[in-house]
């Protein structure tokens, strides 16, 4: 067991540091091709952001581990909504832009709408998200895209990646060591958790809902909680908006076409709150005047803490 707890650690770690070496070079080769740093923050950083999640329910997916596939998706989510976003608004009111508010969060709680009904369609095999919703998400991420680009347009360029004086060696270096980091790393967590979840007798689904949930969400804890200590607002909600759209649309539209995935029907509980805190999140900013104060941030925290003592107390 502790030798599992420790590859588990060191999967974590991979899956975090490959994540910032792809993006590292990534974004080092799209500023030598005079790319803008917001196109590279809107595209690069967040998929580097997300590349953990991706990388685990690929593995899972292809091993058959459904489970950790849905927990890990859905469990990510709650944990960026409720606990990071929290942990942001605490360290200082978060201010968002009407764009943000009426669009970006909505469209977040339609991904959560799209992705219930499909996963729960008794049509063929029972609850599954089969290859076709697979490709159906990827459509809905394609228009997300579409939209980013046209947002793109609209607002004036902003530098916010500083510029990196590397060899092409050292960037495809980083990028390449990043690679390998993240699929190894996403190897060793599901093999290590699979294995903790048998030896001590609790289901996947809670050590994905969980353990790796909050382990893939680290790189958006950091970028979050950072822009909230630079006061950078838009940064802090639009990371966590943005990576939970990517999560639903991509994520899970790429492990499903891996794989059709049986869905158990008791994640629904987790996909309400999810939906439930999204609502939340709207009306928290709309009533308080498009900002998340420290009160409703507690809030947001404190109904997360509940919600995982819920889960290590009931959930088998």
Known sequence: MFFNIILLAIGLLLLIKGADWLVTGASTIARKKQVSDLAIGLTIVAFGTSAPELVVNISASMDNHQDIVFGNVIGSNN???????????????????????????????????????????????????????????????????????????????????????????????????GLISLIAGGKMVVTSAVFMATSIGVSEKLIGLTIIAAGTSLPELATSVVAALKKNSDIAIGNIIGSNIFNIFFILGISAIVRPIPYDIAFNRDIYLLLGGTVLLFLLLYFGKKKLVRPAAGLMVVTFIAYTLYLITFEK
Do not use: C, H, M
Request: aromatic fraction near 14%; glycine fraction near 8%.
């Open 79 to 177: 944990f960026n909504l409720f606990f990071i976003l929290g942990i942001a608004g605490l360290i200082t009111p978060l201010a968002v832009q009407s764009s943000t508010l009426l669009k970006e969060i909505p469209i977040s709680l339609v991904a959560g709408i799209i992705f219930l009904f499909l996963a729960n369609n008794f049509a063929f095999q029972g609850p599954t998200l089969s290859r076709i919703d697979g490709l159906i998400l990827l459509v809905f991420f394609l228009i997300f895209l579409g939209y980013v680009y046209t947002q793109l347009r609209k607002e004036p360029v902003v530098d916010q990646v500083k510029e990196i004086n590397l060899s092409i060696w050292k960037i495809w270096g980083l990028i390449i060591i």
